[in-house]
Nanobody
């Protein structure tokens, strides 16, 4: 079994910054990709940013130039640096990890971390 744990959420004023962390733990697996999604109340869960095993990145248009995703492969950890935060960034942020174990691809989600941006 693989566990995914996020941290780093909180309350911040508009224009401020936060850094989210996501760590996958377990045994006998390798990480294929890691991604951050977010879900605001009453809305669907949307992709924010993703990073592949080769460190290719992809961002939602709404966060380009403000958010940066990175990873520490040795620590099975991904980060989301969020700058110039806006009230519309308020949401629960979820980490999604795709892993390969014994030739099979599986997806795991974290429990989410709340990010609230006040105006």
């Amino acid at each position: 079994q693989v566990q995914v744990v996020e941290s780093g959420g909180g309350l911040v004023q508009a224009g401020g910054s936060l850094r989210l962390s996501c760590t996958a733990s377990g045994s006998d697996f390798s990480i294929n990709s890691m991604a951050w999604y977010r879900q605001a109340p009453g809305k669907q869960r949307d992709l924010v940013a993703e990073i592949s095993s080769g460190e290719t990145t992809n961002y939602a248009d709404s966060v380009k130039g403000r958010f940066t995703i990175s990873r520490d492969s040795a620590a099975n950890t991904a980060y989301l640096q969020m700058n110039s935060l806006k009230p519309e960034d308020t949401a629960v942020y979820y980490c999604k990890v795709k892993i390969v174990r014994r030739g099979f691809l599986s997806t795991y989600w974290g429990q989410g971390t709340q990010v609230t941006v006040s105006s």
